[in-house]
C-alpha cells in the first residue's frame, strides 16, 4: 500500500528522534542514518492505517534493527584494528539528541558511549531509551517484548554498570575553557611536568585510527604516560604533517558534549579529541582519528561558527 504524503511526512517528523536513538545504541552516525532508512522502508511495506501509535511502532522497529545490528557489531569490533571509539559528533548535530537534562547530556558524552560497550544489547537499549531518551518502563518493555518489572531490573543494573566506570562531574563552562587552554599550552611546551599537574592520577587516553592512521592498539594509562605521549603528539615532525596531509590548526569546540579539541586541515577534520574533565583534572582524552568516522564531523564543522583557531601549524 502506497504511502500518502501525510504518511511521509510523519516519518520524517520522527526520523530526527530515531537517529538519535540509532547514534547511542550503534555510536555510529553513518549505522544510525543506515538503520532510520531502513524503518522507513519498513514504514512503507507497513498498512500504515492499522497501527494506532505510530512513534511506539517506529521506534520498536528501529530498536529492533539496532539490537540485531549490534549483535554483528561486537563481532567485528574483535577483529577491529586498535581500539574503537564511537564517531564524534560536534556541537549542533540534531543526532545528538535531546539535552535538556544533566541524564540526557551525559548519556551521549564519549565517555558513557565507550562504557556502555560492556553492556549487552538489551542492556544498552533499556538504558538509552530510559535516560537519554524518557521513555517509561511500560513502553521499554512494549518495545523490547519484556515484562515492565524485567525492564526496571534491567535499567538498574545498567545505570550501575556505567556509573561504576564514570568520571564526569559537571563543572561550569568557564573552568572548563581554563582547563582546555592550560592544557594546550602544557602541551605545547615540550615539558611533561605541566602535563601531569593538569591530569588525574589515573587518567587515560585512547586513541582510535581503525588501521588507517596510526594509533596505539592498547590506551595510556596514568598521568605520567598520558603526559609523555600527550607532550609527544604535539611535538612537530615532518612525518605527522605528511600523514595528516598537511599542518593543522586546532580549534576548541564541543563534541558529544564534551570539551574537544578538533584539528583541521583544509577544511577537513583529521581529529577530534573529547577531553574528559572533572574536579580532581583531566580524567581521560579519547582521540578519534580514523577518517571514516571523521566525515561527519567534517561537514558539521565547515557549517559551524568555529571562531579562530587556538593553535595554528600545530605539527
Same mark, same amino acid.
Given at each position: 500500500?502506497?504511502?500518502?504524503?501525510?504518511?511521509?511526512?510523519?516519518?520524517?517528523?520522527?526520523?530526527?528522534?530515531?537517529?538519535?536513538?540509532?547514534?547511542?545504541?550503534?555510536?555510529?552516525?553513518?549505522?544510525?542514518?543506515?538503520?532510520?532508512?531502513?524503518?522507513?522502508?519498513?514504514?512503507?511495506?507497513?498498512? &500504515?492505517?492499522?497501527?494506532?501509535?505510530?512513534? /511506539?511502532?517506529?521506534?520498536? &522497529?528501529?530498536?529492533?534493527?539496532?539490537?540485531?545490528?549490534?549483535?554483528?557489531?561486537?563481532?567485528?569490533?574483535?577483529?577491529?584494528?586498535?581500539?574503537?571509539?564511537?564517531?564524534?559528533?560536534?556541537?549542533?548535530?540534531?543526532?545528538?539528541?535531546?539535552?535538556?537534562?544533566?541524564?540526557?547530556?551525559?548519556?551521549?558524552?564519549?565517555?558513557?558511549?565507550?562504557?556502555?560497550?560492556?553492556?549487552?544489547?538489551?542492556?544498552? #537499549?533499556?538504558?538509552?531509551?530510559?535516560?537519554?531518551?524518557?521513555?517509561? *518502563?511500560?513502553?521499554?518493555?512494549?518495545?523490547?517484548?519484556?515484562?515492565?518489572?524485567?525492564?526496571?531490573?534491567?535499567? *538498574? +543494573?545498567?545505570?550501575?554498570?556505567?556509573?561504576?566506570?564514570? #568520571?564526569?562531574?559537571?563543572?561550569?563552562?568557564?573552568? &572548563?575553557?581554563?582547563? %582546555?587552554?592550560?592544557?594546550? /599550552? /602544557?602541551?605545547?611546551?615540550? +615539558?611533561?611536568?605541566?602535563?601531569?599537574?593538569?591530569?588525574?592520577?589515573?587518567?587515560?587516553?585512547?586513541?582510535?585510527?581503525?588501521?588507517?592512521?596510526?594509533?596505539?592498539?592498547?590506551?595510556?594509562?596514568?598521568?605520567?604516560? &598520558?603526559?609523555?605521549?600527550?607532550?609527544?603528539?604535539?611535538?612537530?615532525?615532518?612525518?605527522?604533517?605528511?600523514?595528516?596531509?598537511?599542518?593543522?590548526?586546532?580549534?576548541?569546540?564541543? #563534541?558529544?558534549?564534551?570539551?574537544?579539541?578538533?584539528?583541521?586541515?583544509?577544511?577537513?577534520?583529521?581529529? %577530534?579529541?573529547?577531553?574528559?574533565?572533572?574536579?580532581?583534572?583531566?580524567?581521560?582524552?579519547?582521540?578519534? %582519528?580514523?577518517?571514516?568516522?571523521?566525515?561527519?564531523?567534517?561537514?558539521?564543522?565547515?557549517?559551524?561558527? *568555529?571562531?579562530?583557531?587556538?593553535?595554528?601549524?600545530?605539527?
Amino acid at each position: 500500500m502506497a504511502l500518502t504524503m501525510t504518511d511521509v511526512d510523519r516519518f520524517e517528523a520522527s526520523r530526527p528522534r530515531l537517529e538519535a536513538i540509532a547514534y547511542r545504541l550503534l555510536g555510529s552516525a553513518s549505522e544510525a542514518e543506515d538503520a532510520a532508512q531502513e524503518t522507513f522502508l519498513r514504514w512503507q511495506a507497513a498498512d &500504515v492505517d492499522r497501527i494506532e501509535v505510530p512513534e /511506539a511502532w517506529l521506534t520498536k &522497529v528501529l530498536t529492533n534493527l539496532c539490537l540485531n545490528q549490534l549483535a554483528s557489531a561486537r563481532a567485528r569490533r574483535e577483529t577491529y584494528v586498535g581500539q574503537w571509539l564511537p564517531e564524534p559528533l560536534l556541537a549542533g548535530d540534531p543526532m545528538l539528541g535531546p539535552a535538556d537534562t544533566a541524564e540526557q547530556r551525559e548519556s551521549v558524552s564519549y565517555a558513557v558511549l565507550a562504557l556502555l560497550e560492556r553492556l549487552s544489547p538489551g542492556e544498552r #537499549a533499556v538504558y538509552v531509551l530510559r535516560e537519554a531518551f524518557d521513555y517509561p *518502563h511500560r513502553e521499554i518493555a512494549e518495545i523490547l517484548d519484556i515484562t515492565e518489572a524485567a525492564s526496571q531490573q534491567i535499567f *538498574h +543494573r545498567a545505570k550501575k554498570h556505567v556509573a561504576d566506570g564514570k #568520571a564526569r562531574t559537571e563543572i561550569d563552562e568557564a573552568a &572548563v575553557r581554563r582547563i %582546555v587552554d592550560e592544557f594546550l /599550552a /602544557a602541551a605545547t611546551s615540550g +615539558r611533561t611536568e605541566p602535563l601531569v599537574r593538569l591530569l588525574t592520577q589515573d587518567a587515560v587516553a585512547i586513541g582510535d585510527g581503525g588501521g588507517k592512521v596510526p594509533a596505539r592498539a592498547k590506551a595510556f594509562e596514568g598521568a605520567l604516560a &598520558v603526559a609523555k605521549f600527550m607532550r609527544g603528539l604535539f611535538k612537530p615532525s615532518e612525518a605527522k604533517r605528511a600523514l595528516a596531509g598537511g599542518s593543522p590548526e586546532v580549534y576548541a569546540m564541543t #563534541a558529544n558534549g564534551d570539551p574537544a579539541l578538533v584539528a583541521v586541515v583544509g577544511g577537513r577534520v583529521v581529529g %577530534v579529541m573529547c577531553l574528559q574533565i572533572t574536579a580532581e583534572g583531566i580524567a581521560g582524552f579519547r582521540n578519534q %582519528v580514523n577518517p571514516d568516522k571523521l566525515e561527519r564531523a567534517t561537514q558539521r564543522w565547515a557549517a559551524s561558527d *568555529h571562531g579562530e583557531p587556538l593553535l595554528e601549524a600545530a605539527f
